[in-house]
């Protein structure tokens, strides 16, 4: 068993992981933080992306014991301080980004990364970053429009196209 | 102008909020005190004699707490079957012994055989280790064809052989469809396989059983569509819990698309367990179980042969299937190739005489059930292609020989037993036209031409049967339960609405939609309104999600429990206004006396109710609590046309999708932007079974894409910006809210539209390609034009 320390979400936390703990069990288990979830066993889905270091990774893929000492926000501290939600949530919520939720908060993370890397993307650079989030409910469409909402471009309204 | 709430609004989704800021509360969420794991031991071979298993070294691990094996589960039931389909002679399909844990014999990779618990997960699975299995491999059957032939090994040694059943059905004179095949124009046949598939919903499942000895209550958590199925089946076949003593909760479940229909043997291993070790059991699926454990999708086989006369006027249609069931019936299994897919062969057209034949097949591979679509897709994707086929055969245009043989004049009896109410098939392919910018197909396919690609367009008609269903009639197709839905409107002493619905959520939306239907039956802000699901403790009994039928069936429960309310709310308002109740409205949340100023709130009402000092308590009772539970009259029939642009690369055979356009009837709407998020799902998954996904077994019965590496799911970069339209609204007849149901048409619909649009592509560029099988990859596609 290690201990471990690092900050999450701007709190500092610490515990005894096993060497094989990975970051999004200790997310989870340890740290009740539920938000982060577990789609796939081959770090294909990107449920549980989180952002290490300001880096967007794949929670699974990622020993508990690599991110001592680390800054890690998950979905829960995306949120604004006043609790609304923030920019790419309200665009996911605004553009029916999202149905059953359950890729959603890796969706939204790789949104944030994405939007900090480059801010105005174009649809076809949104679609490629998306490579390594999987969704099985909207078909993509919806997620990437409130992607592009959220970047402050130009979007056709929600419904009736 | 859009309206901005009530029926017809896109309103926001209420529940986006807990699942965009990390505070859902799935399944594997839920944590229970003294919680212990349980790990299942799968088998790793198709078909094989359990000689012996020792679990004592397991055991005897620290930490570990039990090995549950078939032995602990003597006097447990098998998991049951929800359907009985009678065969073409008049007997009843041959129906195995479906165990908890595999009994004796392993029959495909992923039979559950021991059940590890353990004080923690890695522990539970560390364990199976230890244990001493011993099997001796037999021969495996997984082609269906091999399956039927003489002398095939058995997958069940007490079954006559492998058919599960020969079913036919539709036109009963024989004769007259083979003289209509034989003194046809012309005949089109196209054999063609339906790719088996995994739904994969992105939340793998999960079970948390619980057991409370001081009310000897048993409860389940479980990642399920309907939880009272799950009461139901699991209390009354398997563990003999009566429903008082057992509950069954399914909070946000991360999507389902039936393969959260069934009742799992895990469900019953952790309520078992739970009370045999007298604390809390958890099991969590990882994907790569969920890949061998989950039931798959459609894996049909078929020969359809349609007879025209000389203007492309549709004769008759006959159709042969094989249908894979797997090593054990699921829940639905047999339903599905049945009597949700040999009622939809007239699809759109008046084709008078139709014969369907279906036989379903035991295989050593992991069972088989309804997946978004179930039946109708199969049924849509043979019709559609062989119409395809035939106006090419006939040189007529795709579009024309579907408008010559569409149905007009509703009411429609199909020959194959079902009765369509309504239903516009000429706008809706006017909307796919215009919206697809077909008029400008031509000159795109030149560009394409010019740059050294080939273009195509693709149509596809669909119809499907949705609502699922009157339960009389169910009831005489062999369905062992009724299929009726529920709804309790409580309404609270200071006006605000709790609803209960039998449905269940898990990512349609309906703590948004229904609280729209409701609201404005009362002319409340929806605020007022809170949608209630998913606990068997605190819902009517409800047979839950799937089918399209939440809207159209459970929708139309809270239509009549909401009236109930609203009567019994008026006859109070008369009360309180001393005048007669007849003479009573309800408009805007106030309720008036017709021809004067009187009025009294919505609220003033349900305080009255609850505070009866000024009541009728010698006419009715107080408080204002009503259930409905809504039996459907018939199927709703949601109708679309879908088209599909593709450019294909000559030379390395990728087929890339430009545009996909799909224009649905899904009579009335009630949240547009929800529908065409359903919509947009839908399509996806039926693009991804039409270009990459295949669920493939090798010889020996390994499942060889076991995993994302190997199970190509959609990504964002594969799929285009999608076109929807459902301007064209024909509604439904005999449902309060002429809603249809729109979660699986996406589905139904796009396989064949793209299938028609490579191979449209392909003839355009020279190739003489009739058919290419599902998924088309650029292996195959490249292998089809170069011969």
């Not at chain 1, 290490?52 to 604004?80: F, P, R």
């Not at chain 2, 294909?648 to 009579?667: I, M, N, R, S």
Request: hydrophobic content about 40%.
């Amino acid at each position: 068993m290690a201990k471990i320390s690092m900050t999450v979400n701007g709190k500092a936390v610490s515990g005894e992981v096993e060497g094989r703990t990975l970051l999004s069990a200790f997310l989870r288990d340890d740290q009740g933080l539920t938000g982060t979830h577990i789609g796939c066993d081959t770090s294909q889905c990107g449920a549980c992306n989180v952002h290490v270091n300001g880096v967007n990774v794949k929670s699974c893929t990622m020993l508990a014991a690599e991110a001592d000492g680390a800054e890690v926000t998950t979905i829960e501290g995306m949120s604004n301080a006043d609790g609304s939600l923030s920019v790419v949530q309200q665009a996911f919520q605004d553009y029916h980004g999202l149905q059953c939720g359950f890729c959603t908060p890796g969706m939204v993370m790789t949104a944030a990364a994405l939007l900090k890397e480059n801010p105005k993307p174009t649809e076809a650079e949104v679609r490629a970053y998306l490579e390594g989030n999987i969704c099985r409910c909207t078909g993509y469409h919806n997620i990437v429009k409130a992607i592009m909402a959220a970047s402050g471009q130009d979007v056709m309204p929600v419904a009736a196209e | 102008m859009p309206k901005d709430s009530g029926i017809g609004a896109s309103n926001k989704r209420r529940e986006d909020i807990r699942f965009l800021t990390g505070t859902g509360n799935y399944t594997d969420d839920i944590n229970l005190n003294g919680q212990a794991y349980a790990h299942i031991v799968r088998s790793d071979m198709a078909h094989g004699t359990i000689n012996s298993i020792d679990v004592s070294a397991a055991e005897a691990i620290d930490g570990v707490v039990k090995v549950f094996t078939a032995a602990d589960f003597e006097g447990v039931g098998g998991i049951p079957c929800g359907w009985q389909v009678t065969d073409r002679h008049g007997q009843p399909m041959q129906e195995p012994k479906h165990p908890i844990l595999a009994e004796g014999k392993v029959r495909h990779v992923g039979d559950p055989i021991c059940v590890i618990v353990a004080e923690t997960a890695e522990l539970a699975r560390d364990a199976a280790d230890a244990l001493n299995i011993d099997i001796t491999e037999l021969p495996a059957v997984i082609d269906m064809k091999d399956a039927l032939a003489d002398g095939a090994t058995k997958v069940h040694d007490d079954l006559t052989n492998n058919l599960c059943y020969d079913w036919g059905f539709g036109s009963e004179d024989l004769d007259a469809v083979q003289n209509a095949f034989d003194t046809a124009h012309h005949v089109t046949t196209l054999e063609l396989k339906n790719n088996r598939l995994v739904a994969n919903p992105m939340e793998p499942r999960v079970a948390v059983g619980d057991y409370a000895r001081h009310s000897d209550e048993s409860t389940l958590y479980t990642t399920s569509q309907n939880p009272h199925v799950i009461r139901l089946l699991m209390g009354a076949f398997v563990l003999g819990i009566p429903e008082h003593k057992l509950r069954v909760v399914a909070p946000d479940v991360g999507g389902g698309f039936g393969a959260k229909i069934y009742h799992y043997a895990e469900e019953a291993i952790v309520t078992f367990a739970a009370k045999a070790l007298g604390r809390p059991v958890k099991w969590t699926s990882s994907r790569s179980e969920a890949f061998v454990s989950d039931a798959h999708g459609r894996d049909h086989v078929t020969k359809i042969e349609l007879a025209m006369d000389k203007e492309g006027k549709f004769l008759a249609v006959r159709t042969d299937t094989h249908a894979n069931m797997g090593a054990y019936l699921s829940t639905f299994a047999p339903s599905i190739p049945t009597w949700l897919h040999g009622t939809l062969m007239a699809g759109n057209y008046t084709t008078p005489l139709i014969h369907v034949n279906v036989k379903a097949v035991f295989t050593n591979t992991t069972p088989v059930d309804a997946y978004r679509g179930a039946g109708r897709p199969e049924a849509t994707f043979q019709l559609e292609r062989v119409i395809d086929k035939a106006a090419r055969e006939m040189g007529m245009d795709p579009v024309e020989i579907r408008r010559k043989n569409f149905i007009t004049e509703f009411p429609y009896a199909t020959p194959v037993a079902v009765e369509y109410d309504t239903g516009d098939y000429h706008a809706t392919m006017d909307a796919l036209l215009a919206k697809s910018d077909h008029a400008g197909f031509e000159a795109r396919a030149a560009q394409s031409k010019a740059n050294g690609k080939l273009r195509g367009f693709g149509i596809a008609h669909y119809i499907e049967a949705c609502g699922i269903a009157p339960s009389a009639l169910v009831g005489q197709l062999g369905a062992r339960a009724g299929l009726y839905e529920s709804a309790t409107v409580r309404v609270n002493a200071t006006g605000g609405l709790v609803v209960m619905t039998g449905s269940h959520s898990h990512g349609q939306g309906h703590e948004t939609s229904f609280a729209q239907v409701v609201a404005e039956m009362i002319g409340i802000d929806e605020s007022m309104v809170e949608i209630v699901h998913g606990d068997t403790a605190n819902t009517p009994m409800g047979m839950g999600t799937y089918g399209s039928r939440s809207l159209a069936v459970g929708g139309s429960a809270l239509v009549r429990a909401t009236e109930k309310i609203i009567n019994k709310a008026k006859k109070v308002a008369a009360h309180l206004m001393e005048a007669a109740e007849g003479d009573i409205e309800l408009k805007d949340g106030q309720f008036t006396v017709a021809g004067t100023d009187k009025s009294v709130a919505w609220g003033d009402v349900t305080l009255a109710a609850y505070v009866p000092h000024n009541y009728p308590l010698e006419e009715i009772e107080p408080g204002l609590e009503e259930t409905a539970f809504y039996d459907p009259a018939n199927f709703t029939y949601p109708s679309g046309a879908y088209g599909c642009e593709v450019e294909v690369d000559p030379e390395t055979g990728k087929v890339t999708v430009l545009g996909f356009t799909a224009a649905d009837d899904f009579g009335n709407v009630v949240n547009p932007m929800i529908v065409e998020g359903q919509v947009h799902g839908g399509l996806a998954q039926g693009i991804g079974q039409a270009l990459l996904e295949n669920c493939a077994y090798d010889e020996n019965g390994q499942l060889i894409s076991a995993s994302y590496m190997d199970y190509a799911m959609p990504r964002a970069d594969d799929l285009p910006n999608f076109t929807v339209d459902h301007s064209s609204v024909t509604p439904c007849t005999h449902n309060p809210l002429g809603v249809k149901g729109c979660g699986e048409a996406g589905a139904i619909g796009s396989p064949p539209a793209l299938v028609n649009a490579v191979i449209d592509a392909l003839q355009r560029g020279g190739h003489d390609v009739a058919h290419i099988d599902m998924p088309l990859t650029p292996g195959r596609v490249w292998a089809a034009m170069n011969g």
